[in-house]
């Protein structure tokens, strides 16, 4: 059974910054890539930074230059670097992990909660 567990979530004002972790555990063989998502309230899940097991990366246009996505492999970790925030930034951000354990499975984790005050 592989789980991810996302923490740091919480209120920050804006400008400030916050540091997101995600980490795997179970019976992991290999993790692929890595990303995180976030969800406002009304609005869909979009994707904000992808990491790649080559330690490719990519990002939202509305949080180039501010996030940063970061991983440790010997950990299945993943984490999310967030400066600069700003009340727009404020979601529900979500861990997303292709995992290699038996077969290729798309894993998400419960979501942590940022919410950015003005």
């Known amino acids: 059974q592989v789980q991810l567990v996302e923490s740091g979530g919480g209120l920050v004002q804006a400008g400030g910054s916050r540091r997101l972790s995600c980490a795997a555990s179970?019976?992991?063989?290999?993790?692929?890539?890595m990303d995180w998502y976030r969800q406002a309230p009304g609005k869909q899940r979009e994707l904000v930074a992808a990491?790649?097991?080559?330690?490719?990366?990519n990002y939202a246009d509305s949080v180039k230059g501010r996030f940063t996505i970061s991983r440790d492999n010997a950990k299945n970790t993943v984490y999310l670097q967030m400066n600069s925030l700003k009340p727009e930034d404020t979601a529900v951000y979500y861990c997303h992990a292709r995992i290699v354990s038996g077969s290729v499975r798309d894993y998400w984790g419960p979501g942590t909660q940022v919410t950015v005050s003005s």
């Open positions: 179970g019976n992991i063989f290999s993790t692929n890539a």
């Open positions: 990491i790649t097991s080559r330690d490719s990366t």
